[in-house]
């Protein structure tokens, strides 16, 4: 592929197992950011615009790459979120990270099984599975290769998180929330 987005543009990508805690941090960071920040959630894709299973070779793979570069390309910062396992995603995300062309962040939330079950049971996700489900997709310290993300744990607050990734990413400076569009300029 071609280099992807500018040197204004920033990517983060966010990864850990379910019930970590990927999804809240994303949409605050998307909430503290506004506009001009595109969010691309692995589960929508998989399960709502493709209603297809999390397997190996599957099409959400190259749907998440594709829609991050295509709003990288339109000038948009990008966060994708997700489980996002490294065996099956890890090559197009390092793939996307290595050809963008401004400042690319990678998290994980490494956060421990009791932990994720606790949470679980408080979203509305709760009567759609449950611990076993959840055990099956568990994978301890799933880390992308080549020690490209930082590891949040799980003392980390929110607030704190969110604080770290936008000062980290670039996300943070000179921009108030609810900005009006896509960066164009430092």
């Not at 920033?10 to 960071?29: M, Q, Y």
Request: charged residues 25%; glycine residues 12%; hydrophobic residues 35%.
């Amino acid at each position: 592929m071609a280099p992807t987005g500018s040197e204004h543009t920033r990517l983060v990508v966010i990864r850990g197992n379910s019930g970590s805690g990927k999804s809240t941090i994303a949409r605050g960071l998307r909430a503290a950011y506004g506009r001009g920040l595109a969010l691309i959630e692995q589960d929508y894709v998989r399960r709502t615009v493709l209603r297809e299973k999390d397997v190996p070779g599957g099409a959400a793979i190259g749907l998440v790459d594709l829609m991050a570069r295509h709003a990288l390309d339109a000038g948009f910062h990008v966060v994708v979120e997700g489980i996002l396992y490294a065996d099956r995603y890890g090559p197009a995300l390092t793939r996307l990270v290595d050809e963008h062309r401004g400042l690319s962040r990678c998290y994980y939330l490494d956060v421990p099984f009791a932990t994720t079950l606790r949470r679980h049971e408080t979203r509305p996700t709760a009567a759609e599975f449950g611990e076993s489900e959840m055990r099956a997709w568990w994978r301890p310290h799933d880390l992308l290769p080549g020690g490209t993300e930082a590891v949040i744990g799980e003392h980390s607050t929110l607030r704190q998180s969110l604080d770290r990734i936008l000062a980290e990413s670039g996300l943070g400076k000179g921009r108030p929330a609810g900005g009006d569009g896509p960066v164009s300029r430092s």
